[in-house]
């Protein structure tokens, strides 16, 4: 039976089966949370006389932090619609994902700099954690679900345009590095504190070298919407994961990598430099139907979104809790390495300094799951936003 918050000056405490936080675990764990922070976590007696809140069949772990999705629940960020964003926002707290990135595709830039501006108000206001910047400065070879019609070379003055409409709020860009100015826009985009993702590229390896020694830092959806790996030109796939300086996206929803690919690139990068990813769009979380990715219509079938004109794949309807589990039984590592791709390594990936981790002086954000990792309880900020046992 779960009791009712309190607003006392000594907090609450949680106690649970297992609570990973996620560099331990610990068995029959704790989490002292007062308002809206953690306080203290640790196992066996809490130490502090505060109400306590049961829940000894579940595990609990740090919410979820997502650095790549398009919507969900039926809504896009695409428009910057506040309402649209805080239902899509809303659909992924429901899965544990209690920081959320909002990303844009391509579009005219005029497009992106209203979406961008209205994105900016709600990091402001909390509800969002930042924004991703996806296009329109992307290969056409492997521009995935983007209108082409749309895509171009970074120029310095369009890049500088985006980054200032965003106010600091741009968390990531990803760009084509072998584009006419690709290097210098790296350059660029690091030095306003954002970070600069590598994706949709035909880069060879050297080029990806080359931008990385420029500042580029994550590698955006592995394997997918980039040059192919080959014995002779190895391409960026193989440069991000031997580079210490990288970490790589991997979206583990059973069609954007094969399993053994999951494996491969866990074992080649390590856990702590994954960030596992939904690269959702509205359809997460809602029927399957026809949908739109920017201006391109999609067809989604069986959970698996397509171009209705193509038949390639168009981002996902994937949900990082789903994500945990497919890595887990894909991998065969520990659920707490699983938990860190999907909290503390996007979070430090982001700069978010207060998410990704159950720690003291951290948001108290947190997902309570069972023995299947189905989501049981989310909090967000101290506050259930589903309680046990509802």
Known sequence: MVSEQTSRPDGHVLRAGTVTTPTESHHHGWVHIVGDRVRQVGAGEPPVPAPVV????????????????????????????????????????????????????????????????????????????????????????????????????????????????????????????????????????????????????????????????????????????????????????????????????????GHHLHDAMLRHAALVAGTDRVLLVSDSIAAAGAPDGRYRVGELDVVVRHGQARLATTGSLAGSTLTLDAAVRRFVEATGYPLGQAVRAASSTPARTLGLTDAGSLAP????????????????GVMRAGRWVIRPGS
């Open 54 to 253: 049961h829940l000894p069949a579940l595990t609990v772990l740090p919410g979820f932090v997502d650095a790549h999705t398009h919507g969900g629940g039926g809504f896009s960020y695409s428009d910057g619609d506040p309402d649209a964003a805080a239902n899509a926002a809303r659909t992924h707290l429901r899965h544990g994902t209690t920081s959320t990135v909002a990303s844009l595709v391509s579009a005219p830039l005029e497009s992106l700099e209203r979406a961008v501006r209205a994105l900016a108000d709600l990091v402001d206001d909390g509800l969002l954690s930042g924004v991703h910047l996806e296009g329109p400065w992307l290969s056409e070879r492997h521009r995935g679900a983007h209108a082409p019609e749309h895509l171009r070379p970074p120029r310095p003055e369009e890049v500088e345009r985006l980054l200032t409409a965003g106010r600091g709020t741009i968390s990531m860009v990803t760009l084509a590095p072998e584009l006419d100015g690709g290097i210098d826009a790296v350059r660029r985009i690091v030095g306003h504190g954002a970070v600069a993702a590598i994706g949709h590229t035909d880069a060879t390896y050297a080029t990806t070298r080359r931008a990385i020694d420029a500042g580029a830092t994550v590698g955006t959806h592995l394997f997918n919407g980039m040059r192919s790996t080959h014995h002779r030109e190895p391409g960026p796939a193989v440069a991000l994961t031997e580079d210490g300086r990288c970490r790589v996206e991997l979206i583990a929803d």
């Open 361 to 376: 002086g951290h948001r108290a954000d947190l997902v309570a799951v069972n023995d299947a990792l189905r989501v049981e």
